[in-house]
DNA sequence: CAATATTTTGCAAAATATCGCAAAATATAG
DNA sequence: CTATATTTTGCGATATTTTGCAAAATATTG
């Protein structure tokens, strides 16, 4: 095996697991936990990883605040997840919005899903970076350094030249008859994409459902799919199916 | 068997398994080891795969991005932004595009400085994450995964919208009669924000000086000011100075 | 602070690369 | 077709790089 092709599936490793250990590396590559050490060394030294005790982490430009948020609740994200992907078809075009939920759809994105993915979050575009056939418009606008996404009227008018396939919809707060969240221009945002897809998908965790935030966005029942991390016979769920609310 | 059948043979190995040793390949040619490390070096040289230690791996698979790019000359580029500090004040609006200097710049950027910085870079954006005070406005479009900078029309039009006070260039070529890089849409993105701003202060590193690249981006008098790491009274700048061109 | 785990360092063996050269193959000229 | 030049190929000797090991140094944990 080349020291190319090493140097290859560690850093696969690495940024699909966000870290590497040089105990598993060596076993995986059959070689020496030195080799590894030194193959992970040169490798930071040109910047594609980082090397750590231990092992190697990938190198993100995205900042840890976020990160943080992100840790939360993050088995039932990938549930979410893994539900909006049965939505995804080739060739489709869709809006991201910068939920962590969302988020966490973009990372298991198969690599064989050839689509165009509408955004104005930095973690959505950067989750993408190595995902070879999905092609990323990034919304311009003021950028907000707390959520690291961009917003405002130039934001607005940029998702205004769209009508997309689906929107994902990171869910802040959800009742029967509104659905809202704590930011104004994350609100406004919210709305104009639900205004410029055929479809909206809400994704969002069983903590929020029933609760109500400052902002208006629209009212529930323009929803079009909400997808929790529970079992669509779960009982409270009842209320949105009658709004004509398809539950997955 | 004739050696253009090698050649294939060979680039074929190579890029259906992104890799390929001397080893599997003299044997299955039945051709000394030599032979294939001679044919693999002129195939190199022919830029149809690159020659690493043991054989070869495709092209293809050698992304050049920013991240790689961000380490060459990292003392040079530290020792350029220094200098193009000198020339900002408080309370102008900027165009920063992607270059690795002009990135050393926004990283170096003093907390109580208070400006707007229009990007089209990630890098850029991020690193001016933790500005207490710097604005950012990004500019929408089309994401380039190998530069993660955004691209085209949409990015375009975006610039379009403003007259800034000075635009940071990272120079990729630099002769006496012309700017130039070696991508299509850079080259318009670059020619767009000299457009639009009332200075242009070219960052530049040495090596960079005197050299042509595929894209015309401008003549190169149109440049207010340019930046290197050595110091302007060095002879290799008189022709510049000629041209109305103030060294830093 | 001791016990443990991890990393660094120096080193020798193994693998790989380079160089010069001569034999073989191919091309060119008369 | 023959003689000569040119290119290609394989071989052996000699660098250079890579690799794994063991001891020493360093960091981490309780």
Redo the contacts between chains.
């Keep these: 095996m080349?020291?190319?092709?090493r140097h290859?599936i560690i850093l696969e490793e690495t940024s699909t697991n966000g870290s590497s250990s040089f105990q598993l590396l060596c076993k995986k590559l059959a070689v020496s936990e030195d080799t590894i050490r030194r193959d992970i060394r040169e490798l930071d030294?040109?910047?594609?990883l980082k090397a750590v005790r231990g092992g190697a982490v990938s190198?993100s430009?995205?900042?840890h605040h976020y990160r943080e948020r992100e840790h939360t609740d993050i088995e039932q994200k990938k549930v979410i997840a893994k539900k909006a992907l049965t939505l995804i078809k080739n060739k489709q075009v869709l809006f991201f919005d910068g939920g962590t939920s969302v988020l966490e759809l973009a990372k298991i994105l198969p690599a064989d899903l050839n689509v165009t993915i509408i955004t104005n979050s930095?973690p959505v575009?950067?989750a993408?970076?190595?995902h070879p056939l999905a092609?990323?418009?990034?919304?311009?606008?003021?950028?907000n350094?707390m959520s690291?996404a961009?917003f405002g009227n130039?934001?607005l008018k940029?998702i205004s030249k769209f009508k997309v396939d689906i929107y994902f919809f990171g869910i802040c707060s959800i009742s029967t008859s509104s659905l809202s969240c704590k930011d104004l221009e994350d609100a406004e945002l919210k709305l104009a994409m639900m205004q410029h897809s055929v479809k909206t998908v809400g994704l969002c965790t069983w903590d929020k459902v029933n609760s109500e935030s400052t902002y208006f966005i629209r009212e529930t029942k323009e929803l079009d799919i909400l997808i929790t991390e529970k079992d669509k016979s779960a009982s409270p769920s009842k209320p949105f199916t009658k709004l004509g609310i398809e539950i997955l």
Tied chains: 1, 2.
């Excluded at 990323?136 to 950028?143: A, E």
Aim: proline share 3%; aromatic share 8%; charged share 30%.
């Design positions: 080349l020291k190319e092709d290859n030294s040109r910047g594609l190198v430009r995205i900042p930095f575009a950067n993408l970076e190595d092609e990323v418009i990034f919304l311009g606008g003021r950028l350094k690291f961009t130039e934001t940029g």
